[in-house]
């Protein structure tokens, strides 16, 4: 762990979260109703398998992209879009007409973006650290 760069560790924390978050959602929600409204609720946040989904498979598409730099720069920045595009839909005003597929409040709309920011940091730590990798080995020749 001494190794990991900053990126990377916060990669770790931030898809570890998502992942554990999805899976506890499971263990609430089951697989069905897949997507749509309900009230099931863990810890203040309204989930459902779909949410559940997504949580997991971001979550550990930042788990698998740690090791190597630039995956994990592609992989960040693809994850925090995905995650900043869930909280703009969580944030999108609903009327009676419209189902709210991903089951969101603002707990979960919050988690969606602290979440997509720190992954869209991981991304950008690991490009930097890339860029002064490269610097630094144009010095040592």
Not at 86 to 103: E, H, I, K, P
């Amino acid at each position: 762990m001494n190794r990991l760069r900053w990126p990377q560790k916060l990669a770790i924390s931030t898809g570890a979260l998502l992942a554990l978050w999805g899976v506890a959602g499971f263990f609430v929600t089951g697989f069905s109703p897949f997507a749509g409204e309900s009230d099931m609720w863990l810890i203040g946040l309204r989930v459902n398998p779909l949410q559940n989904t997504i949580h997991v498979v971001l979550g550990v598409a930042l788990l698998l992209a740690v090791p190597r730099l630039k995956a994990l720069s592609g992989v960040g920045l693809l994850t925090s879009m995905l995650l900043l595009v869930t909280f703009g839909l969580g944030t999108a005003r609903y009327d009676d007409q419209v189902v709210n597929v991903l089951n969101v409040n603002p707990g979960s709309n919050a988690l969606h973006l602290l979440a997509g920011f720190a992954a869209l940091a991981a991304a950008q730590g690991a490009v930097w650290c890339r860029q002064c990798d490269r610097a630094a080995a144009l010095k040592s020749v």
